[in-house]
């Protein structure tokens, strides 16, 4: 083998492994799709919402919830390995939040790689860890705006940023306010709010800060909010303000949860793998 | 200890232990070829992506036995979806256990392989040294976190290994750079990493760098 056959067949050896020339890149390559967007998924689901419309006539639904998958994607694969198996049961899966540790396109990979497998229609919250690095471009770039809302089947979701310490507009709680308002000849039954850090993060909102989000809520009808963030299933009351908290786990140990939200009730699942339990009601 | 973990040390070992054997068996017998550079000699050095950017030169200062290499290696990177760039100062030191070996003679050259080297480098943003256009890549923590909030996001350390080529006193050598971030990533999550992505999962943690050293 003369010299330069050996070189050229190291160097295409190598060249296929693939050059990233910075680790603050901001185009991760399995996140070039469409498949990812806010638009594309809202789609999907006005289609699915307006079969189960004419062919079903149900008017409950189950949305899968996940969070802070960051530094775990093999437990994020898994989990939407078991959300997969009941895809005729789970109507979209909503994202609480840290995607990623440090907001780089490697996490961002993983990711999307993850989010292909699934058929279901999916939407996302930003968090503060994916807000890290150039991680708010990236976010915006695969997945769209940081607040917007959507309805299905009566329910009004508000999905906004809430990441106070990262970004200094954060909450936009005059957004909540307005999507919450119920357009003309629109019917909603419940109106759920859902953003990665929780009001009741005291190292985040301070007690005036986190009563002012409380009742942003309450007079914009919202009586249930859903968050990450805090690693753990826990689940809070208000009763003041008639105001539930569900907070949902990390993906360690499979962990995610269900929300079956009927016409007169909430019903939270903690499930972990393929098991489920019914947390509330008890 | 779990059983992953077992396996993992065990690899490592058998790696450690293949690698004294493979350099005893390889220098027995060397022609000892009077076109083998001197090991100490410093090198210009010109290098292609592997996370020191889109391009980067530097200087490498061997030991005067030329077993450790200091690398110091400033590039530019250009985002793709913004088209922003970004200045990259790296830092490397490597450790080479097996001196080049001959392999052949071509055009009247000698060409000497160097299988294998290893070594850490620490990557900076140049937001390190200015200021960015953004308060979430930083050197120093933002007064708003509590200390210990978040990592430096600046500054990236990572683990080379890599191999070369040497014909007179060129050497072209290829490097696989992992930030810690992808170590940690590869060790907790190995076998989605391999299922999902080619060359055992190192195509998702991994960076290719590609370059040439000129020693002077």
């Known amino acids: 083998m003369n010299l330069h056959k050996a070189i050229t067949v190291v160097t295409c050896f190598f060249l296929i492994l693939g050059c990233k020339s910075s680790p603050w890149g901001d185009c991760p390559e399995n996140c070039q799709s469409e498949r990812f967007s806010f638009e594309t998924n809202l789609a999907l689901l006005k289609k699915k919402e307006k079969s189960i419309q004419i062919n079903e006539g149900r008017t409950y639904f189950k949305v899968a919830l996940i969070s802070d998958s960051q530094r775990h994607p093999e437990n994020f694969d898994n989990v939407i ?19 990623t540790d440090a907001g780089l396109e490697m996490e961002f990979d993983w990711a999307c790689k993850i989010l292909k497998k699934t058929h279901l229609p999916f939407f996302t919250v930003i968090g503060n860890h994916d807000l890290l690095n150039y991680g708010e471009e990236i976010w ?51 109106t759920i709010a859902a953003a990665h850090v929780p009001p009741s993060d005291s190292s985040i909102f301070n007690s005036v800060e986190s009563s002012e989000i409380k009742d942003v809520f309450v007079k914009s009808g919202i009586h249930l909010s859903i968050h990450g963030h805090l690693h753990k299933f826990s689940y809070a009351y208000d009763k003041s303000r008639n105001l539930y908290q569900y907070i949902i786990s990390r ?6 949860g269900i929300l079956t939200v009927t016409r007169n ?9 393929d098991s489920c339990s019914v947390a509330l009601p008890k | 200890m779990g059983n992953t973990a077992t396996k993992k040390l065990v690899i490592l070992l058998l790696l450690m232990t293949f690698l004294n054997s493979f350099k005893s068996f390889a220098t027995e017998g060397v022609e000892k070829d009077k076109h083998l550079p001197p090991p100490g000699a410093n090198s210009l050095v010109l290098q292609g992506y592997g996370y020191s950017g889109d391009i980067a030169l530097g200087i490498d200062i061997p030991s005067d036995s030329g077993s450790f290499h200091f690398i110091t290696l400033l590039g530019i990177a250009q985002q ?9 100062l790296t830092v490397k030191s490597s450790w080479h256990p097996i001196s080049p070996l001959f392999i052949m003679r071509s055009a009247g050259q000698s060409v000497f392989w160097e299988p294998f080297y290893t070594g850490l480098s620490v990557i900076m943003h140049d937001c390190v040294f200015s200021n960015c256009d953004n308060d979430r890549v930083f050197y120093e923590l933002p007064d708003r976190y509590p200390t210990g909030y978040y990592p430096q996001t600046a500054i990236n350390t990572a683990l ?35 299922e999902n992505y080619d060359y055992w999962g190192l ?14």
């Open chain 1, 251 to 256: 993906v360690e140990k499979n962990r995610y």
């Open chain 2, 80 to 88: 793709t979806r913004s088209g922003k760039r970004h200045g990259l």
């Open chain 1, 140 to 190: 915006r770039g695969i997945f769209g705006p940081l607040d917007y809302s959507l309805s299905f089947l009566g329910t009004k979701f508000i999905l906004f940023n809430s990441n106070k310490m990262e970004y200094s507009s954060a909450p936009n709680l005059y957004f909540v306010e307005t999507e919450a308002q119920i357009g003309t000849g629109e019917i909603l039954f419940h």
């Open chain 1, 81 to 99: 390995e078991s959300i997969n198996k009941r895809q005729e049961d789970i109507d979209f899966i909503l994202f609480l939040g840290d995607l």
């Open chain 2, 160 to 194: 080379n290994i890599g191999s070369s080529i040497v014909v007179e006193k060129y050497i072209i050598y290829a490097e696989m750079i992992m930030t810690m971030q992808g170590v940690d990533a590869y060790y907790h999550n190995h076998t989605f990493l391999a």
């Open chain 2, 203 to 216: 195509e998702a943690v991994a960076s290719l760098g590609i370059g040439i050293k000129i020693q002077y």
């Open chain 1, 265 to 273: 009730e909430f019903i939270f699942e903690n499930c972990s793998g």
